[in-house]
């Protein structure tokens, strides 16, 4: 498909079934309720152990419903693959089987360039450039009121923040690039994992860049982009609606399930070129 019929398509898509839109919807409800409920039991925990047994059980009833969620995300790329026009019913336990894979998927997708980040920051000694810091502020009170030389604290400080600006720059930028490749490949491997239902198959870094390759780099980065880029400018205007009528942020418990359903149809259609 060409680009704009991917975006014209997947922007649509959700309005084909509103009865499991709604569905979609309600789950989202309960995954927030749930995961503020168990963040308030937590801090609830210093009157009683109960509430922290309640927080435990209610943040895994969040982690079990997101689950089924993002198995049902997964379906809807496959719905894209297939280039199938009816938005998929739940299939509540394939849903929560397929999502707890995709979770599985995740974690290796961040992992992995975490672990990138994790190693350039060791060769370029980040720690200790940010302990210098962290160790100069510390001294700057004592050095600045109980001695004569507050000049020198300051020239101390200023010093240590001059050594770390380079390297923390250095990592910054590595970082952005490092994740925002492995946010494609990710993208890939969700595709993947639509169109085989194979985990290893969506764990296979390499296939998942040749997927790239075969779509075509222009034509993925366009697309990506443009979803992401029409999920901000939605998420700016309606942060700007949300701010001058509060009560209308009641809406954003539509809006992000509908932008969910947009972004992962567009990765399925983006993938059925290669299918």
Avoid: C, H
């Amino acid at each position: 498909m060409e680009i704009m019929e991917i975006i014209k398509d997947s922007f649509l898509f959700p309005s084909k079934n509103l009865g499991t839109f709604s569905i979609y919807v309600v789950l989202s409800v309960l995954v927030a309720t749930f995961t503020f409920g168990g963040i308030f039991s937590y801090l609830l925990g210093f009157i009683g152990s109960e509430y922290i047994l309640i927080g435990g059980l209610t943040l895994v009833f969040a982690m079990l419903i997101g689950w089924v969620m993002s198995g049902y995300e997964i379906s809807i790329i496959k719905s894209g693959i297939d280039l199938d026009d009816e938005v998929p019913e739940f299939k509540w336990w394939d849903n929560f089987i397929t999502g707890f894979l995709n979770f599985i998927v995740a974690i290796v997708y961040f992992i992995i360039p975490a672990f990138i980040v994790g190693v350039v920051g060791y060769l370029i000694n980040i720690n200790d450039k940010l302990m210098a810091v962290a160790q100069e502020i510390s001294s700057l009170y004592p050095n600045i009121f109980l001695t004569s030389s507050p000049d020198i604290a300051f020239e101390a400080l200023s010093q240590a923040i001059i050594e770390l600006i380079v390297p923390l720059a250095i990592l910054i930028i590595v970082a952005l690039i490092v994740f925002v490749i492995f946010l494609f490949l990710q993208s890939m491997a969700e595709a993947r994992l639509a169109n085989t239902g194979s985990l290893s198959e969506a764990l296979n870094i390499f296939e998942a860049a040749k997927d790239i390759k075969r779509i075509g780099v222009r034509k993925v980065i366009i697309v990506i982009l443009l979803v992401f880029v029409i999920i901000g400018v939605i998420g700016m205007v309606t942060s700007v609606i949300f701010n001058y009528v509060p009560t209308l942020s009641i809406l954003s418990i539509i809006i992000s399930p509908y932008l969910v359903f947009f972004a992962q149809r567009a990765t399925g259609l983006l993938y059925s070129d290669i299918a």
